[in-house]
């Protein structure tokens, strides 16, 4: 390692097993990534974390692996017309702002609370982010499924900004609407800053396009992930000058995400608007859980609390044993729902064939 803060970290020794866990968890990563658009970080990163990666590491490998990946999607997605590339370079310029201060504030605590420190910050911001981010989204997905999920129905705050005539006005064609740059920046600042802070600018971008901006989700989903690339490219490099990127764990989860994104990018094609916020959602809260219980073990090496060995043992396995149950439920959904679709799909046109 090298860097001004590398030798505050170690890498992790790997294994066969955690290679194979690593390698799933980027096919899910991946999966899940090209479905809601997030980076998929949400679950890559605490993943890694579950292995006993440090937080900072686990970030900048994860925004590492990000962009090859976002572009994959990106590309995939856009050539089923949901990408909105004018809006996407835009919100990508901004965060990447966000990024660099997300960092700078990731190195402090590196350099003043140690690892313990760090890995505690990150996973306090996951489960904050979380439960609020993923509690609204699943709000939104089931009221959304009760009413059929077939309209889009604009929503108040974004349709009330969107009359607001702010100087400059841009019109972004794809996504069908009409918004000042002035309320797009603070959604990019946010999104790059919590990229840089746990790896999962889409937790901000994807809602917020949607909430704020006025974006339908497949839109704010497939431009997230332009965002996305943008972001993990220049968080690559600035994560790598202090030598925090373990590129064995970017190598290992990209090549399991690779495959897992185009998959996910398929399967929006299939599913009501609805699924898309309800998977995200589900994730998220599963997610929350399992870095919850991790917290205790770097509280205790903080002198914040005095827990039990065996209790800090028992909590941290429950976290990891989670972790794989918040995988797999992703992974099943998405994957069910696919097959639902395509099926439903494939007997209207056996039946429209049968008519002709």
Not at 80 to 100: C, R, S, T
Not at 307 to 318: E, G, I, N, P
């Amino acid at each position: 390692m090298h860097g001004p803060v590398a030798d505050t970290i170690q890498f992790i020794d790997l294994n066969f097993a955690y290679i194979v866990f690593l390698v799933i968890v980027g096919f899910i990563g991946g999966l899940v990534s090209g479905f809601i658009g997030s980076g998929g970080a949400f679950v890559l990163t605490p993943g890694m974390m579950s292995l006993g990666v440090p937080g900072t590491v686990a970030v900048a490998s994860n925004m590492c692996h990000k962009f090859p990946k976002a572009l994959v999607g990106s590309i995939k997605r856009y050539r089923y017309g949901q990408v909105d590339i004018k809006l996407g370079l835009i919100m990508g310029v901004f965060a990447e702002i966000g990024v660099q201060v997300g960092i700078m504030v990731q190195k402090h605590i590196l350099e003043t609370w140690g690892e313990a420190g760090s890995n505690l910050y990150v996973s306090v911001s996951f489960v904050t982010v979380l439960v609020i981010v993923g509690s609204f989204v699943l709000r939104d997905a089931l009221k959304l499924r009760k009413s059929g999920g077939d309209g889009w129905v604009q929503p108040p705050i974004a349709a009330r900004l969107q009359k607001i005539e702010l100087w400059p006005m841009m019109t972004f064609k794809r996504a069908n609407l009409r918004i000042s740059v002035w309320f797009i920046i603070p959604v990019a600042l946010a999104t790059g800053m919590l990229a840089a802070t746990i790896a999962v600018g889409g937790f901000i971008g994807v809602p917020g396009l949607m909430y704020i901006i006025g974006a339908t989700s497949i839109v704010a989903s497939a431009t997230e992930l332009v965002v996305a690339f943008v972001m993990g490219l220049g968080g690559t490099l600035i994560w790598a000058f202090y030598g925090m990127v373990d590129i064995r764990l970017t190598l290992l989860i990209l090549g399991g995400s690779l495959f897992g994104v185009q998959l996910g990018a398929i399967g929006t094609t299939y599913v009501k608007d609805y699924m898309i916020k309800y998977v995200m959602a589900t994730i998220m809260l599963i997610v929350a859980v399992s870095r919850f219980l991790a917290m205790p073990k770097y509280m205790n090496k903080l002198n914040l609390t005095s827990f039990s060995d065996a209790s800090v043992a028992l909590m941290t396995q429950m976290s990891f044993y989670i972790m794989c149950f918040a995988l797999l439920t992703g992974a099943m959904i998405i994957l069910v729902n696919m097959f639902k679709a395509r099926s439903a799909e494939s007997a209207l046109e056996r039946a429209a064939q049968a008519q002709a």
